[in-house]
């Protein structure tokens, strides 16, 4: 019986996609809602553990991916990244503007037209890098170079207009991708540090999720109120429809990476505050939008893994068939049932 109770763990981490990522995430929101000031007493427990240290560990991530891609991988990781991107901008913008035609900029039940551009522009990419770096391959870590662009306020100010279609940060971009590049160079001029780097994305992807929880807490939840909440599910349904179509039936690949696109990014909460510093007279709309948007992060977090789960249940995953089918349900009925007999 103590076995079982040992194996629970494992057992846990076996069932969950992406369960190194969510479970140290929901974790940490919960440890950060009891003590919202532990993690910033300084030192190298901010360094590692505030919501700071996402963006270093992602591009250590990203760093880490790039020294796995071969050169002639390359066209495929940036063919699925330019798809999935655009179907999330076409969900994004198609949604934004009908509700925006038929409740206009104020919105209905709160909820305004900056937040549910923001909300369906953006997706969790630590969701994403967890999921097709524990089951998908080197390719689909490598189309987050283009996936990227989701994760800051690019895609929602085109939305909105502020700031036109022309005007692409080149230099946010490259900044953004160079780790990735880095590792791309290092990994393809000197092969043998693949095997070196191999396993670092699976390492920090914990450290990630542990830092991504100490943004949140479980109060945004309750001041996002109802509003938040819609948000949350409007952003998971419609994201989760056109991006698992698009991934199934214009990559022609199992749906797994573009149900891991179904969430709203975590960043996305500053967001309509730094739109509404570009445009006029969105001050107030920012301000409540940002606690709803909160509401939706928490909310896609907990059902973003689920439609991952049935995506690789029933179309499966590069990483997935071979490790976690028939043969792992095996060995846990195996595991419970020496452990019932001792």
């Known amino acids: 019986m103590k076995r079982i109770w040992h194996d629970i763990p494992y057992m846990l981490f076996r069932k969950i996609p992406a369960a190194a990522m969510i479970i140290p995430m929901f974790l940490s929101i919960i440890f950060n809602t009891l003590f919202p000031d532990f993690v910033k007493i300084g030192s190298l427990t901010t360094a590692i553990f505030a919501k700071s240290a996402v963006v270093p560990l992602t591009a250590a991530v990203l760093f880490f991916a790039g020294t796995q891609l071969k050169m002639n991988e390359a066209p495929e990781a940036l063919k699925r990244g330019g798809i999935l991107l655009l179907?999330?901008?076409?969900?994004?913008?198609?949604?934004?503007?009908?509700?925006?035609?038929?409740?206009?900029?104020?919105?209905?039940?709160?909820?305004?037209?900056?937040?549910?551009?923001?909300?369906?522009?953006?997706?969790?990419?630590?969701?994403?890098?967890?999921?097709?770096?524990?089951?998908?391959?080197?390719?689909?870590?490598?189309?987050?170079?283009?996936?990227?662009?989701?994760?800051?306020?690019?895609?929602?100010?085109?939305?909105?207009?502020?700031?036109?279609?022309?005007?692409?940060?080149?230099?946010?971009?490259?900044?953004?991708?160079?780790?990735?590049?880095?590792?791309?160079?290092?990994?393809?001029?000197?092969?043998?540090?693949?095997?070196?780097?191999?396993?670092?994305?699976?390492?920090?992807?914990?450290?990630?999720?542990?830092?991504?929880?100490?943004?949140?807490?479980?109060?945004?939840?309750?001041?996002?109120g109802v509003s938040g909440i819609v948000l949350g599910v409007v952003a998971f349904v419609a994201g989760g429809i056109v991006l698992v179509g698009m991934d199934k039936f214009v990559l022609r690949r199992p749906g797994y990476a573009g149900a891991s696109l179904a969430s709203v990014a975590g960043s996305a909460v500053a967001t309509p505050t730094i739109v509404a510093g570009v445009v006029p007279g969105m001050e107030e709309a920012a301000a409540v939008a940002s606690v709803q948007i909160a509401a939706a992060v928490i909310v896609t977090a907990i059902l973003c893994p689920m439609l991952s789960s049935w995506a690789l249940k029933k179309w499966g995953a590069p990483r997935y068939d071979s490790t976690y089918g028939v043969n792992e349900s095996t060995t846990v009925d195996s595991t419970i049932s020496v452990a019932v007999k001792k």
């Open 87 to 224: 179907g999330k901008f076409f969900v994004g913008y198609a949604t934004g503007s009908l509700f925006s035609l038929a409740f206009g900029s104020v919105g209905v039940l709160g909820l305004s037209t900056l937040a549910v551009f923001t909300a369906l522009l953006s997706s969790n990419g630590s969701i994403y890098l967890a999921i097709v770096g524990e089951y998908g391959d080197d390719k689909d870590m490598g189309a987050y170079s283009l996936l990227s662009l989701k994760d800051g306020p690019f895609l929602t100010m085109i939305a909105l207009g502020a700031s036109g279609a022309s005007a692409i940060p080149l230099h946010s971009l490259f900044a953004t991708i160079f780790p990735m590049l880095l590792g791309i160079a290092l990994g393809n001029l000197y092969p043998g540090t693949r095997a070196y780097f191999k396993g670092g994305t699976k390492v920090l992807i914990p450290l990630v999720g542990i830092s991504v929880g100490a943004s949140l807490n479980l109060m945004m939840l309750f001041k996002g």
